[in-house]
């Protein structure tokens, strides 16, 4: 995570300045979950996820592996709050499991940051896919 609160630092910096990356990068960090699974091959998930994460965000290459894609999105009050989005896809018995994952920093007053990123790839995905 450490890797993640850095990213998550420096898109704070970009609003606040850069001596407050430093600071970001004391917040601490929140963290929402949602998982479901949807009835397709797993290459078809794959490509709705890259999809989504590309209209929500920025796809991250760094964060992104053979089992998950990754993207730092705007989230919060009027999205100007970073959150970093993993979407892990697995194939099951039942169809492809997706578990969504969102990191993000705040302060003293809570937003929902994570929440809020979790909700809105759930709802780009498509409530008829989950």
């Not at 091959?41 to 996820?49: L, P, V, W």
Request: one cysteine or more; a positive charge; aromatic letters at 6%.
């Amino acid at each position: 995570m450490r890797k993640e609160a850095v990213i998550l630092a420096d898109e704070l910096g970009k609003l606040g300045g850069t001596a407050s990356k430093w600071i970001f990068r004391l917040l601490p960090m929140s963290e929402a979950k949602q998982s479901f699974i949807v009835k397709m091959d797993a290459e078809r998930a794959k490509s709705e996820i890259k999809t989504c994460l590309e209209k929500l965000g920025v796809m991250s290459k760094d964060l992104s592996t053979n089992k998950r894609l990754s993207a730092v999105v705007g989230s919060g009050v009027l999205g100007l709050n970073p959150s970093i989005l993993h979407v892990y896809f697995k194939l099951t018995d039942s169809g492809v499991s997706i578990n969504v994952h969102a990191l993000a920093k705040e302060g003293l007053i809570k937003q929902g940051t994570a929440l809020k990123a979790v909700k809105a790839f759930v709802r780009e995905f498509g409530g008829s896919n989950a």
